[in-house]
């Protein structure tokens, strides 16, 4: 899929707002495919983008609005990653659909190479919100007992593809990165705290964002 994908291997858990201003900053900042394996501090849940605040559950998980579609999310036992495919590569000008679909298809080989039996759900309408894990839509992953165990959302922008996906198994980042590229260079980045902070704070923690919908 590209010849080359830096990969991070985020060692910092963090809160929902900061873990999504993070992913923004890679959105905004980054010329390179880049896929960043993240941890959560304990407790939060995050939800799409279009999804009505009334819907999500009031079940004791602090919950931040993603900026990319799909459902609800609770992050509390769930490997998280974020996938940033610059403009002028064909997978961030491809449909919504085939880019869901060749980035899972990645996901299930990396599973499968660690152990994990997945494949891929079959052909239906894709969903606006609902809680993601109960209700699978095309091109997600599921289990050999027919349950979903991988879901994801995305955005785009002028800049590129942002692509953030939970999944319900052991991680494996190493492996997906090595399904989607033939060169891998794991590396480290330096987000810049100050615009980290501010972006959390004004953005992803203020009620504005929170109840837009």
């Given at each position: 899929?590209?010849?080359?994908?830096?990969?991070?291997?985020?060692?910092?858990?963090?809160?929902?707002?900061?873990?999504?201003?993070?992913?923004?900053?890679?959105?905004?900042?980054?010329?390179?495919p880049v896929l960043r394996s993240y941890r959560w501090t304990q407790g939060?849940?995050?939800?799409?983008?279009?999804v009505k605040t009334a819907d999500v559950p009031a079940s004791g998980v602090s919950w931040v609005r993603r900026w990319t579609g799909g459902g609800i999310v609770?992050?509390?036992?769930?490997w998280t990653y974020t996938l940033f495919i610059p403009s002028g590569f064909?997978?961030?000008?491809?449909?919504?659909?085939?880019?869901?679909r060749v980035i899972h298809a990645a996901l299930v080989s990396a599973l499968q190479a660690t152990g994990t039996e997945a494949h891929l759900f079959g052909e239906m309408p894709l969903a606006i919100g609902g809680e993601c894990f109960l209700q699978p839509v095309e091109h997600d992953v599921m289990d050999v007992t027919g349950r979903k165990i991988a879901g994801a959302g995305q955005r785009r922008t002028t800049r590129g593809l942002l692509h953030q996906g939970s999944v319900m198994a052991k991680a494996c980042?190493?492996?997906?990165?090595?399904?989607?590229?033939?060169?891998?260079?794991?590396?480290?980045?330096?987000?810049d705290a100050e615009w980290i902070a501010e972006t959390a704070a004004s953005r992803y923690a203020s009620a504005a964002w929170h109840e837009r919908c």
């Open positions: 899929m590209f010849p080359q994908l830096q990969l991070w291997l985020d060692p910092v858990p963090r809160n929902g707002p900061e873990n999504m201003a993070v992913d923004q900053w890679l959105a905004e900042t980054c010329d390179v939060w849940g995050s939800f799409g983008y279009f609770d992050h509390r036992a769930d064909g997978l961030a000008e491809a449909r919504g659909g085939e880019s869901y980042p190493e492996a997906l990165a090595e399904s989607l590229a033939e060169q891998v260079i794991e590396r480290e980045f330096s987000p």
